[in-house]
């Protein structure tokens, strides 16, 4: 119930592509669904967010794609550079039982080439 | 935007000594803050929640008697690793909300990472 199911585990994309990553859930008390980026060696740090009332969130060349009846949404990077290449993890929380306590999804190991 | 500092970023120990983590929400208060740990290549396993005031919240399977949390202030948690062996080895990260802004967001922000060895 509480888990967040992430996929691909790794993705190699191309320098200028789009890199798409998909998460899951179950739980419907989920209603924050942050995604992070990772360096090696380093902790989190918050890219976008969304929220069950809307469908999509753009900042920059981040996009959210949530589908609320699916249960799923995922992260789209256009426009891909080898300084994205990073861990991403998506995440979820029901702010209104737990708070901000936050539940990942796996992470995804992406590799962009130059 | 929000800074959560962490101290020290990377700490070598024998087996059998006991290492402190400090966590600190530079320009904000905090009353909740979470510790994680994680293993190479792997995702981020919370540990435990700790609230400023009272006693911290251990996720099951953590043993509270050998992480030992203690939030004293708004702006300072740490965990400390009792009697640390080989297996605790890990990078340990900590994150904090904005006070009740962040218990309403649910945005969290999280610190740099304490990588621990234990010989």
């Known amino acids: 119930q509480q888990q967040v199911k992430q996929s691909p585990q790794s993705l190699i994309v191309q320098k200028g592509g789009i890199s798409i990553i998909n998460c899951a859930y179950e739980n419907t008390a989920f209603d924050y669904f942050p995604w992070y980026q990772q360096f090696p060696g380093k902790g989190p740090a918050l890219l976008i967010a969304i929220r069950p009332d809307v469908s999509e969130k753009k900042e920059g060349r981040f996009t959210i794609s949530f589908n609320k009846s699916a249960k799923q949404f995922s992260l789209h990077i256009m426009d891909s550079q080898p300084g994205d290449s990073a861990t991403y993890f998506c995440?979820?929380?029901?702010?209104?039982?737990?708070?901000?306590?936050?539940?990942f999804g796996e992470g995804t190991q992406l590799t962009v080439n130059p | 935007g929000a800074v959560v500092s962490q101290h020290p970023s990377w700490v070598i120990c024998k087996s059998g000594t006991s290492v402190k983590i400090e966590c600190r929400s530079l320009?904000?208060?905090?009353?909740?803050m979470f510790w994680y740990r994680q293993f190479p290549k792997q995702s981020l396993m919370l540990m435990a929640t700790?609230?400023?005031?009272?006693?911290?919240?251990?996720e099951q399977g953590v043993e509270k008697d050998k992480f030992l949390i203690n939030h004293a202030s708004l702006t300072l948690s740490t965990l400390t690793v009792t009697s640390a062996h080989p297996e605790d080895s890990s990078f340990y990260i900590c994150?904090?909300?904005?006070?009740?802004?962040?218990?309403?967001?649910?945005?969290?922000?999280f610190g740099e990472g304490s990588r621990l060895t234990v010989l």
């Open positions: 994150s904090a909300g904005r006070g009740s802004l962040g218990r309403r967001t649910g945005e969290l922000f």
């Open positions: 700790s609230n400023e005031g009272s006693k911290a919240t251990y």
């Open positions: 320009d904000f208060q905090a009353t909740t």
């Open positions: 995440a979820a929380s029901a702010r209104k039982t737990s708070g901000s306590r936050l539940t």
